[in-house]
Every structure is written in structure tokens, then in C-alpha cells.
């Protein structure tokens, strides 16, 4: 069973950056890929960014592509999250999570991970 901590979250203005990490560990095989997801209170958990642990395939919501980077160090067996150009709307819990293998779910659906990070809270202030 793979373990998932997220860190990195915080308080920064509108207009800052963060860089989230998840670091992974108990895995004693490579993952098909890991992602990014948020749940802001009273919405639904949303997708934000995946990538293939293997070749480094990302995806991205539209409504970070070209602000949030996704990024992996398979030395470090760690996932990255790069936010810039943060906005109020942008303040959510982040979870970091981890898919065994591919399914046809993935990588949007939630219901493609098999195990998740505890989050950590980014607030944006305007």
C-alpha cells in the first residue's frame, strides 16, 4: 500500500506561486501515473493535472493549463505541483493521488486512483 503525504500548502497572494510536493513511499513497484486534484468547501473534487510516472505524459484542466506545472522525480519517488499565478478562486484543499494502472477513467476521474494524500490547504488572498 502506497503512502502519500502532501506538503507545501499555505497562505500567498493573489498573483503568487506555491510549489506543492507528495512524496510517495511503501511502493515497491512503479505506479502508472499520479495527479493532482482539489476540493474547494462545498464543491465537488476536481482534476487538475496528471502525469504518467514512466514517460512523463502530463494533462491538465483548463482551468490551470498554463499556470499549474506537473512534474515527478522518480529518484525521489515525488510528485511536484508548480502554481503560479495564484487567484482567490484557486483556494481548495490539494490532494496528491496515485493510479496502479491505466483504466479508462483516467486521468479525470477520481475513481481511477487507488490511494490518496491527506491534502494540504492553499488560500489565495485577494
Known amino acids: 500500500q502506497v503512502l502519500l503525504v502532501e506538503s507545501g500548502g499555505g497562505l500567498v497572494q493573489a498573483g503568487g506561486s506555491l510549489r506543492l510536493s507528495c512524496a510517495a513511499s511503501?511502493?515497491?513497484?512503479?505506479?502508472?501515473?499520479m495527479g493532482w486534484f482539489r476540493q474547494a468547501p462545498g464543491k465537488e473534487r476536481e482534476f487538475l493535472a496528471a502525469?504518467?510516472?514512466?514517460?512523463?505524459?502530463?494533462f491538465y484542466a483548463d482551468s490551470v493549463k498554463g499556470r499549474f506545472t506537473i512534474s515527478r522525480d522518480k529518484a525521489k519517488n515525488t510528485l511536484y505541483l508548480q502554481m503560479n499565478s495564484l487567484k482567490p478562486e484557486d483556494t481548495a484543499v490539494y490532494y496528491c493521488?496515485?493510479?496502479?494502472?491505466?483504466?479508462?477513467?483516467?486521468?479525470?476521474?477520481?475513481?481511477?486512483?487507488?490511494?490518496w494524500g491527506q491534502g494540504t490547504q492553499v488560500t489565495v488572498s485577494s
Open positions: 511503501g511502493r515497491t513497484f512503479s505506479s502508472y501515473a
Open positions: 493521488a496515485d493510479a496502479l494502472k491505466y483504466s479508462s477513467r483516467w486521468p479525470y476521474n477520481d475513481g481511477a486512483y487507488d490511494a
Open positions: 502525469i504518467t510516472w514512466g514517460g512523463g505524459t502530463t
